[in-house]
């Protein structure tokens, strides 16, 4: 399988993801910020790089990923002020997004929501604005990238067991989507060649995790 830097490695959907990759045959890294949260992620499967991304360039975060064969992005600033969610969501991401070229690392995995896009009409004054905008930037920002790229819109995310099935077409009403869920179909597109340059909007649904990942 080769090597996967996960970045956000003690996120909630990070430390669902490390085990699955680990038993899947992928030697995986979990990027943090915070030293405490070391023995957690060793616990998980991945070996724990501690590193702030936010304050690093491109060039620091493309020697970090050296010899990666793949990155998933699961990182977030969890709300909290505008300034900090631009930081982490959109300048963090970005750079980390040129830092995987300038390293050779090819695949890339962003963890997104449905309904990121430009035009996503969330108003100035909610307080998912910046949010919105933060995603909605990063995610054009990879796709003009020359990555291996894969782009996942869950819905709003749940703390339920997993059920392996999804669909990628989600009605309005019910958009629920367990972080359980998310971390399989991450490990899933990892695998998936036809997973590449496509973004997948999906929740909690009835089909088959593999089946529904079909183009």
Same mark, same amino acid.
């Given at each position: 399988?080769?090597?996967?830097?996960?970045?956000?490695?003690?996120?909630?959907?990070?430390?669902?993801?490390?085990?699955?990759?680990?038993?899947?045959?992928?030697?995986?890294?979990?990027?943090?910020?915070?030293?405490?949260?070391?023995?957690?992620?060793?616990?998980?499967?991945?070996?724990?790089?501690?590193?702030?991304?936010?304050?690093?360039?491109?060039?620091?975060?493309?020697?970090?990923?050296?010899?990666?064969?793949?990155?998933?992005?699961?990182?977030?600033?969890?709300?909290?002020? =505008?300034?900090? #969610?631009?930081?982490?969501?959109? @300048?963090?991401?970005? !750079?980390?997004?040129?830092? +995987?070229?300038? %390293?050779? &690392?090819?695949?890339?995995?962003?963890?997104?929501?449905?309904?990121?896009?430009?035009?996503?009409?969330?108003?100035?004054?909610?307080?998912?604005?910046?949010?919105?905008?933060?995603?909605?930037?990063?995610?054009?920002?990879?796709?003009?990238?020359?990555?291996?790229?894969?782009?996942?819109?869950?819905?709003?995310?749940?703390?339920?067991? =997993?059920?392996? #099935?999804?669909?990628?077409?989600? @009605?309005?009403?019910? !958009?629920?989507?367990?972080? +359980?869920?998310? %971390?399989? &179909?991450?490990?899933?597109?990892?695998?998936?060649?036809?997973?590449?340059?496509?973004?997948?909007?999906?929740?909690?649904?009835?089909?088959?995790?593999?089946?529904?990942?079909?183009?």
């Amino acid at each position: 399988m080769g090597k996967v830097m996960i970045i956000g490695g003690h996120g909630k959907i990070a430390l669902l993801l490390a085990p699955l990759l680990k038993a899947g045959g992928w030697e995986v890294s979990g990027v943090i910020r915070n030293a405490a949260q070391i023995d957690d992620v060793a616990a998980a499967g991945a070996t724990p790089v501690v590193h702030d991304v936010v304050s690093s360039s491109a060039d620091e975060l493309a020697a970090l990923m050296a010899g990666q064969d793949a990155v998933v992005w699961s990182a977030g600033a969890g709300g909290g002020s =505008p300034e900090r #969610t631009y930081a982490v969501d959109r @300048d963090a991401a970005i !750079r980390s997004m040129d830092a +995987a070229e300038e %390293a050779g &690392v090819g695949r890339y995995i962003m963890v997104s929501y449905l309904g990121a896009r430009t035009d996503h009409g969330v108003p100035s004054g909610d307080s998912f604005f910046a949010y919105a905008e933060a995603k909605a930037a990063a995610d054009a920002h990879l796709r003009g990238t020359a990555l291996s790229w894969t782009i996942l819109g869950p819905g709003a995310l749940t703390q339920d067991e =997993p059920t392996g #099935t999804i669909t990628t077409a989600p @009605d309005p009403d019910r !958009r629920n989507t367990s972080r +359980a869920n998310v %971390a399989l &179909v991450a490990a899933a597109v990892l695998n998936r060649q036809d997973t590449v340059r496509r973004t997948i909007e999906f929740t909690d649904g009835d089909t088959p995790i593999e089946e529904a990942l079909a183009p």
